[in-house]
């Protein structure tokens, strides 16, 4: 098992929102290319967990798809999705440019 996320994304409709959990964990959204534009993560604050999270993003545009990943580790798996994204392209997605977190260095295989 690596550390990628690398489930296949399902497309971010309302009907197949309804079948993920209320449930905390990690998301990532991709565009219409099938590249991440966003990670995020349904922590202890969320309203209905992933599902909650997800649906706040059903209007938002140049948005297609999503996978999830339940953990209750949110905010370190968040960071650790985050880290890996950016070791791959060299900085953090647009949607993401205001995390308000230092990240350190990750080198993956």
Same mark, same amino acid.
């Given at each position: 098992? %690596? ?5 296949? !994304? ?5 009907? *197949?929102?309804? #079948?993920?959990? /209320?449930?905390? =964990?990690?998301?990532?959204? /991709?565009? &219409?290319? $099938?590249?991440?534009?966003?990670? $995020?993560?349904?922590? /202890?604050?969320?309203? !209905? =967990? ?11 545009? %140049? *948005? ?11 905010? #370190?798996?968040? +960071? ?10 060299? &900085? ?8 308000? !977190? +230092?990240? *350190?260095?990750?080198?993956? /295989?």
């Amino acid at each position: 098992m %690596g550390i990628r996320l690398d489930k296949p !994304f399902l497309p971010l409709r309302e009907d *197949v929102i309804k #079948t993920v959990q /209320a449930q905390l =964990g990690v998301y990532q959204l /991709a565009n &219409e290319s $099938g590249e991440v534009c966003y990670i $995020g993560c349904a922590d /202890a604050r969320s309203l !209905f =967990g992933l599902r909650g999270e997800l649906e706040q993003h059903l209007e938002d545009p %140049g *948005v297609s798809g999503f996978r999830v990943e339940v953990t209750t580790a949110y905010h #370190t798996r968040r +960071q650790e999705l985050l880290m890996l994204y950016q070791a791959d392209h060299g &900085e953090l997605s647009v949607r993401n440019k205001d995390y308000p !977190f +230092q990240l *350190v260095r990750l080198s993956p /295989a």
